[in-house]
Structure formats: structure tokens, C-alpha cells
């Protein structure tokens, strides 16, 4: 495994793994080690949500709403084809769904963001604007629950394991923790 893999190194990952060991990098914790010492890396810190009726009607709400469609005065013209758009709606409903389910027996922050990261590793569009549109959902979604940070989890996702880590550090850095 390289630096990268505990970041997401596609090499790395477990199907790639079976792949001759000209494909495979080699793993060093002095990499790792130096992220740390520069706060780069660290440990997502828990928070107990309060799930209460007024949140719950808020997830609904953006559940009923039509997803990924065009959002006029910006940029954003909607996911295409629509067989597509109707995917990632499905997708995001379902995460809708699961959280509303399942943060009256967890309710965390680890839980929330630990269904984020499946819906994001399931999530099929190729166009950069409609993996920001399932980044703003998202957000919103933190915004509902009372979740501040992702914990550099979105910016990973959405900028890769490098460029991710540096953006959640630049930003930290300006707003804080």
C-alpha cells in the first residue's frame, strides 16, 4: 500500500490488490506520520445530534423536493440523461431514508457521515458539477442534522486524497475548527 491508500489510492484498494506487484506501491508511515504532525490527518471527533421532530420534517422535506434537476441563476443545468437523474435521486432518497431510520437508535455524527461515505462510493455521475450538486446536498443535509464539520470527508471525496486533505487544511486554518 502507498501514502495514499489511507486516503483512497484506487491501486491500493482491495480489488487491485490481487494485481502483480508491479501495480502495488509500497507503504511508508513516515508519510502518514508527516500529514499528522501538520494536523492534515486526524481522527474524526464524534458528536451526539439531537434528533428531534422538527429535524425528521426537515429531511422530509428536502426528500420531497426534486434532486439534481436545473437550478436557474447558477450553473448547475441538472443531471442528464434523465434516467440518470432519477438514479442519483433514488440514491440520495435513500440516504434520506436510512438516516431518518436510523439516527433514533444512533444518533451521531459517526453514523450520518459513515452513510454519506456509501452514498458517495455508490454515486455514478462522471460530470464534476453533479458531484458538487450531491456535495451541496449533503451539506445540507450536515446543516439539518447540526453537523459543522465533515471532517474533511467531502473534500476528499470531491477533490481526491491529496487536494482533499489540503482544502479541509486551508479551510480549518481560515474559519476553525
Known amino acids: 500500500m502507498c501514502d495514499a491508500y489511507l486516503f483512497g489510492c484506487n491501486a491500493c484498494s482491495p480489488q487491485y490488490r490481487a494485481e502483480p506487484a508491479a501495480f502495488r506501491h509500497n507503504f511508508s508511515w513516515r508519510g502518514f506520520a508527516a500529514l499528522w504532525r501538520l494536523n492534515l490527518v486526524m481522527p474524526a471527533a464524534d458528536q451526539k445530534l439531537e434528533i428531534s421532530r422538527h429535524t425528521l420534517e426537515k429531511l422530509s422535506a428536502l426528500r420531497s423536493r426534486p434532486k439534481y434537476v436545473d437550478m436557474p441563476g447558477t450553473i448547475y443545468n441538472g443531471m442528464r440523461p434523465?434516467?440518470?437523474?432519477?438514479?442519483?435521486?433514488?440514491?440520495?432518497?435513500?440516504?434520506?431514508?436510512?438516516?431518518?431510520?436510523?439516527?433514533?437508535?444512533?444518533?451521531?455524527?459517526?453514523?450520518?457521515?459513515?452513510?454519506?461515505?456509501?452514498?458517495m462510493s455508490e454515486f455514478e455521475a462522471s460530470d464534476t458539477e453533479d458531484r458538487e450538486q450531491l456535495v451541496r446536498y449533503l451539506q445540507?443535509?450536515?446543516?439539518?442534522?447540526?453537523?459543522?464539520?465533515?471532517?474533511?470527508?467531502?473534500n476528499r471525496w470531491m477533490y481526491g486524497p491529496v487536494l482533499g486533505v489540503l482544502a479541509d487544511h486551508d479551510y480549518t486554518e481560515r474559519h476553525g475548527p
Open 82 to 119: 434523465e434516467s440518470s437523474r432519477l438514479s442519483a435521486e433514488e440514491q440520495l432518497n435513500q440516504l434520506i431514508d436510512g438516516l431518518r431510520n436510523g439516527l433514533s437508535s444512533k444518533p451521531s455524527k459517526k453514523f450520518a457521515l459513515a452513510e454519506f461515505a456509501k452514498t
Open 140 to 154: 445540507e443535509i450536515m446543516d439539518i442534522l447540526g453537523i459543522a464539520s465533515s471532517d474533511g470527508l467531502l
